[in-house]
């Protein structure tokens, strides 16, 4: 993968960013994302954010060796401090990090979200804290994909603040627009996700020492969701 060549993962990620955005993608690593969007004229102005020293670098390279210094800002900072007033920015990725995270680095920067940005999220796990985390704070979910590369199973969320909105636990578990659409490849994810369950579970029962009921009763719900979406 480099800023020519997407993997399929950040192409799909690619997909959902609107022509002219300005957008920040935060914890951009080598900056593959924004670089190869400026390259093919999708957007207007970019922020690479990154919190860590090497990948910083890296981006900072990348944007460098394609000539966007102009275009595109590399900063070294914590999530969505990487994001100024006079930015503008009118979208914000987030991928490749886990759901909570991803959670995290929202909640932690919601002051500097104007509320008028879509957000691009490519969770690995976690997703259902990350949709509880959308909903309580009004963004709904306009378009959810789920892909498969390299054996793993990868989510894209993308949302826009529209006011109250309300799923249920299991649209916040599965994803409301999966629900609905029941792709092959969702209906796959939690074929295996199943039988993930079902083992964790054999093993809470060879367990030596008592797994606390809670922790049993939870994975058993989670296990029954699953069956009655796949019957
Ligand atoms: N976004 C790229 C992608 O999807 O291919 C890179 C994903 S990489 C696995 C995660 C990157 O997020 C790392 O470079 C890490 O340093 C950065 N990161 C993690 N937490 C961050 C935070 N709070 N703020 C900014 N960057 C962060």
């Known amino acids: 993968m480099n800023e020519h060549t997407l993997s399929m993962r950040l192409e799909r990620v690619a997909a959902q960013v609107p022509a002219g955005a300005r957008l920040a993608d935060i914890g951009s690593d080598h900056g593959y994302l924004p670089v190869a969007l400026m390259r093919r004229g999708v957007i207007a102005a970019a922020v690479a954010g990154e919190v860590a ?12 060796d394609n000539g966007h210094e102009q275009l595109i800002t590399v900063r070294l900072a914590d999530g969505l401090a990487a994001i100024e007033p006079q930015d503008d920015i009118t979208a914000v990725s987030i991928c490749g990090m886990g759901g909570e995270t991803i959670r995290d680095i929202l909640d932690a920067g919601k002051a500097r979200l104007s509320g008028r940005e879509r957000l691009i999220l490519q969770p690995n796990g976690g997703e259902q804290p990350l949709r509880q985390w959308l909903m309580d704070n009004g963004y709904r979910i306009l378009s959810e994909e789920v892909l498969r590369e390299n054996r793993f199973y990868y989510e894209i969320i993308v949302a826009e603040r529209a006011g109250p909105v309300q799923y249920t636990a299991e649209e916040l578990y599965f994803g409301p627009l999966h629900m609905q659409a029941r792709s092959p490849v969702f209906l796959s ?5 199943l039988r993930q369950k079902h083992k964790t579970l054999s093993s809470f029962a060879r367990a030596r020492q008592a797994v606390p009921e809670a922790k049993v009763q939870d994975v058993t719900r989670q296990a029954r969701w699953i069956t009655e979406l796949l019957a």
């Open 53 to 64: 020293l090497t990948p910083f670098h890296a981006a900072e390279r990348t944007v460098r």
């Open 189 to 193: 994810k939690w074929q295996r996700m």
